[in-house]
């Protein structure tokens, strides 16, 4: 069978003008026939030669950091915007959803809303009718059905969004995104709507940073970076990769620079980055992974020698103390003199899906005292969703902060009469 | 079902792909329409007071003398408010491209809706003021022809047509140049006084001034119900200039809308 998507050679060009204003005038063009041009435009590709194929009933996560060119890529199979050059070949009808709420009018009312929004999608307005009670009771808002959509609180304008949305029925669906909206527990009613839609035998594909998502979601992944692919397979193989791909200020954190230090100055951390597995510099886990955290200490006096303790702190987003690792616990002290490269060992990382930051210390003493260097937030550091009890069960954000290794048994006790 | 995506290449009109998506022409001039009039007091009545309060203004200061053999309160009511779907439709659809970037940023639809849309939505306010307009025929006393329906529907034909060819060029160009913002509303200004509406401009003007295609639609109207005979030579020249700026905003406006979701 011939696969619904054929991707070939897409790229799309913008010029970037420089010395000029961000917008067009029309003084401006005019002036440009007259003089010779002062302003140099670059070019440059959002998307540089990119073709894969997908087929019927594939669910693909397209991942990729900041300005990738993901959401160009979604633009063009969406119409919205031509490619510069290449083509795309569409076996079926597509319905994008590059946003939530597109064409909402806070004048009208959620009902007339439903039916324009719907309408905008492209749906048929017989459509919309048939599916009416089923959006409304999705979107639990059927009390406010009738005011106008301006008194709406934006969480409750953003679930009716989506419910339109998630009622539409194309043979591809286009996504970017629009997992981020309401409270945790619509996101889970969304998440779930979407893996329906991905089993009904749909065409997903689907844009995201939720690596949670991605995974739970689909079965292939393409990697962008920079406007050309990366990866293109399985969709476990292709988020490890996206972790590998340097984002600069993530991945190295240069610490030299930093002047917020406490300590005597004698010797200093450098750099603080993170490794995987396979020794690849990574700036991001899933929960369960083999982690190792690197960091460089340099003696400011070549002839410096002595043992001391290291530590590196984990806190969560509210910079609560998650958990340490001092050496000190292990009866261990590193051997600092020159260039020094310290590696703490995580076999199997406990912490649930959240963005982390950390604490670097180095003492002589135990109990914190002859502080040599001490630094807050030299890190930030993200966790994703991961299957930690390789169960094929995802772990989610939840409430949960720890995940544990445990196993359950029972047995049945004799009743005595 | 099976498209291509690619650079394009050629224009075509897409009527097919607008009869697809008829129903989006019903809604998003019900939009408008409903959006217009929400939270007023007065509603669609505001549709009616508008010509009428102009009226009332151009009668005390130019009014006394009748004009073209009609009281000048009907002559200048029938001017208004065919005047009004021309106005009132150039500048919704001239700036209806950058109202809507939202929406043309984040999905397909043809283009061209949108702007017929606001074409349409004046075309309903013209219903409205003329429900009003009837009982000023009847009032005065103004013998109307048995052609009058047929003069109707041509003068709104011709005033549909130039609304929307001048509308989408301004659509396209202001989606670029957002210089056409300020040029829109001064031009339909300056417009209305070279147009038959306050009062009928000079003779000798008349080749030069039937360009406008406005010139000959609100001529037409009216001679639906007066006496002075139609000048066939300048409902030509006029009905040509509609069909010209029709092509040409409509070619232009397809030629750029591809682009429209990386300018807006």
Not at chain 1, 158 to 164: E, G, I, K, P, Y
Not at chain 1, 236 to 243: F, G, K
Not at chain 2, 220 to 238: C, M, Q, T, V, W
Request: proline share 3%; charged share 20%; hydrophobic share 45%.
């Amino acid at each position: 069978m011939k696969p619904i998507l054929e991707i070939k050679n897409i790229r799309k060009k913008f010029d970037i003008v420089h010395n000029r204003q961000p917008y067009l005038s029309l003084r401006d063009s005019m002036a440009a026939l007259f003089k010779q041009s002062g302003s140099t435009a670059e070019e440059f590709y959002a998307l540089d030669d990119i073709s894969f194929n997908v087929n019927e009933g594939e669910s693909i996560g397209i991942i990729g950091k900041n300005g990738a060119g993901k959401s160009t890529l979604l633009k063009i199979l969406s119409k919205i915007t031509p490619p510069t050059s290449g083509s795309i070949i569409s076996r079926g009808r597509v319905a994008s959803l590059l946003e939530v709420g597109t064409g909402f009018h806070p004048e009208l009312t959620g009902r007339e809303n439903i039916f324009l929004n719907g309408s905008i999608l492209g749906m048929k307005q017989k459509e919309v009718k048939s599916k009416f009670d089923e959006i409304v009771d999705f979107s639990g808002t059927e009390k406010f059905l009738d005011t106008p959509l301006k008194h709406f609180s934006s969480g409750m304008q953003l679930r009716l969004a989506f419910s339109v949305a998630a009622f539409l029925e194309p043979e591809i669906l286009v996504i970017d995104e629009v997992l981020a909206v309401g409270d945790a527990e619509f996101q889970k009613k969304c998440l779930g709507k979407m893996e329906e839609v991905g089993k009904s035998g749909k065409t997903v594909l689907f844009v995201s940073h939720n690596m949670g998502a991605v995974l739970r979601l689909c079965s292939r992944a393409v990697l962008i970076n920079e406007g050309k692919i990366v990866a293109d397979s399985d969709v476990q193989n292709v988020i490890s990769q996206y972790y590998t791909l340097n984002e600069s200020v993530m991945d190295q954190v240069l610490l030299s620079e930093r002047k917020d230090r406490k300590g005597n100055g004698k010797c200093k951390f450098q750099k603080v980055w993170f490794t995987n597995k396979e020794g690849k510099v990574v700036n991001g886990f899933q929960s369960g992974d083999y982690v190792e955290i690197n960091a460089l200490v340099k003696a400011e006096d070549p002839n410096f020698e002595r043992d001391l303790y290291v530590s590196v702190s984990f806190c969560n987003a509210l910079n609560e103390r998650m958990f340490s690792l001092g050496s000190g616990l292990l009866n261990k002290k590193v051997h600092i003199n020159g260039l020094t490269e310290v590696k703490w060992i995580i076999d199997k990382l406990q912490l649930a899906p959240g963005e982390y930051m950390g604490d670097l210390f180095l003492f002589e003493t135990i109990g914190g005292y002859d502080m040599y260097d001490m630094m807050e937030q030299v890190f930030r550091f993200v966790v994703d969703e991961g299957d930690f009890h390789h169960s094929g069960q995802l772990q989610s954000k939840g409430r949960d902060m720890f995940f544990v290794e445990f196993d359950v048994t029972s047995r049945q006790i004799p009743l005595n009469k | 079902m099976e498209y291509e995506i690619k650079p394009q290449e050629k224009i075509s009109l897409g009527l097919k792909e607008l009869w697809q998506y008829r129903e989006l022409f019903f809604f998003f001039t019900w939009r408008d329409i409903k959006v217009k009039y929400k939270q007023t007091v007065f509603g669609f009545a505001w549709a009616v007071f508008q010509p009428l309060l102009m009226m009332a203004i151009f009668t005390v200061f130019f009014g006394g003398s009748s004009q073209e053999g009609l009281p000048y309160e009907v002559f200048s009511l029938s001017g208004l408010i065919l005047w009004n779907v021309f106005s009132t439709g150039l500048s919704n659809a001239g700036n209806s491209m950058v109202t809507n970037a939202n929406i043309i940023k984040k999905i397909y639809f043809p283009r061209l809706i949108i702007p017929i849309s606001a074409v349409l939505v004046s075309l309903f306010d013209f219903v409205m003021a003329f429900i009003i307009f009837i009982p000023f025929l009847i009032y005065y006393h103004i013998h109307v022809s048995l052609l009058f329906p047929v003069m109707l529907i041509v003068g709104l034909l011709i005033t549909a047509v130039s609304t929307f060819g001048v509308g989408s060029l301004l659509a396209a160009l202001n989606i670029k140049y957002r210089d056409f913002r300020y040029v829109i509303p001064f031009m339909v200004q300056a417009m209305l006084f070279l147009t038959p509406v306050i009062k009928t401009p000079p003779d000798r003007w008349k080749y030069i001034l039937a360009v406008n295609p406005m010139y000959s639609a609100i001529e037409l109207f009216r001679s639906g119900f007066n006496d002075k005979p139609l000048e066939y030579n300048l409902l030509a020249i006029s009905i040509t200039s509609a069909i010209l700026f029709f092509v040409i905003g409509l070619y232009y406006f397809r030629r750029t809308e591809s682009y429209f979701a990386d300018l807006a």
